[in-house]
């Protein structure tokens, strides 16, 4: 791991300095992100709308189980532009199959789904490759403190996207013309086909507009974690340190090479 070329101060956080670190790395990385999150889940959200045709109510409950695999896109154009290496549209659309498809997968939608701390366990598993009992070690190291607010991470998302639904339909409401009679409950109701489409896309939106933050805020707890046990910051100073004093070194061996 190439520590010197991490786009971020290393030093030891608490948590809650950890968790927002991560949403700066999302507002600094806002458009691939948010490229790579279109780029997969617009089209799962249609297909699972076409597949469900008849009984939308189905769709978003299969987006919410299906969330785990849409995570992995977006922490791989994370963990990639960290260390000043974002990756290109043709090295992404090359590395989502395997993304998608491998590494884990299938643990993550069956035993693994209901995990509280998902955002923070997802790179052990992604990004370490990790599996069986050396990965229930690797978390058993990292778990203490960085677990605790991992679930409260997902506790205050899935709040938060509940919120931004209701923001995002009273919204509408509030710009919907006056001569129009039309209540705010009747922006609720979900009893036909259509009124309950119009609630998916706002649950998409919703989604959307936290899921990229949800992860970026998990990554950084695991980086987090990993600078306290392995002492990153201390070793980016001794390779610092060590250049430094390598640079004079060098230049005296030049200058009496050239003497001679």
């Known amino acids: ?3 010197e070329t991490i786009n971020a101060e290393l030093r030891r956080r608490n948590v809650w300095e950890a968790t927002d670190l991560g949403m700066a790395m999302a507002r600094q990385w806002f458009s691939p992100v948010y490229a790579a999150w279109f780029a997969v889940a617009l089209p799962l959200f249609v ?3 076409l597949a ?3 009984h939308w109510w189905l769709a978003p409950w299969l987006m919410w189980w299906l969330k785990p695999l849409l995570d992995r896109p977006l922490l791989y154009i994370f963990s990639h532009a960290l260390f000043a290496d974002p990756p290109d549209r043709r090295q992404f659309w090359r590395a989502l199959p395997g993304l998608l498809c491998r590494r884990q997968a299938l643990a993550a939608l069956t035993w693994r789904r209901l995990d509280s701390a998902r955002s923070f366990t997802l790179p052990v598993g992604q990004l370490e490759g990790l599996t069986g009992k050396a990965r229930r070690q690797r978390l058993r190291d990292l778990s203490y403190p960085g677990r605790g607010a991992a679930v409260w991470l997902t506790v205050i998302g899935l709040h938060l996207e509940i919120a931004l639904d ?6 509408v409401w509030i710009l919907i013309p006056d001569f ?5 409950s009747d922006l609720l109701d979900d009893s036909d086909a259509w009124g309950q489409l119009w609630l998916n896309v706002v649950g998409f939106c919703g989604l959307s507009l936290v899921e990229p933050f949800y992860v970026a ?5 695991y980086l987090n974690r990993r600078a306290w046990l392995e002492a990153w910051d201390l070793e980016l100073g001794f390779r610092k340190m060590a250049t430094r004093f390598s640079k004079p070194a060098s230049h005296l061996a030049e200058q009496s090479q050239k003497s001679r």
């Open 1 to 3: 791991m190439a520590l």
């Open 47 to 49: 297909l699972l709308h």
């Open 52 to 54: 469900c045709w008849g």
């Open 166 to 171: 209701f923001a995002l339909i009273a919204l």
């Open 180 to 184: 129009v009679a039309l209540e705010f």
């Open 217 to 221: 805020a998990g990554f950084a707890l």
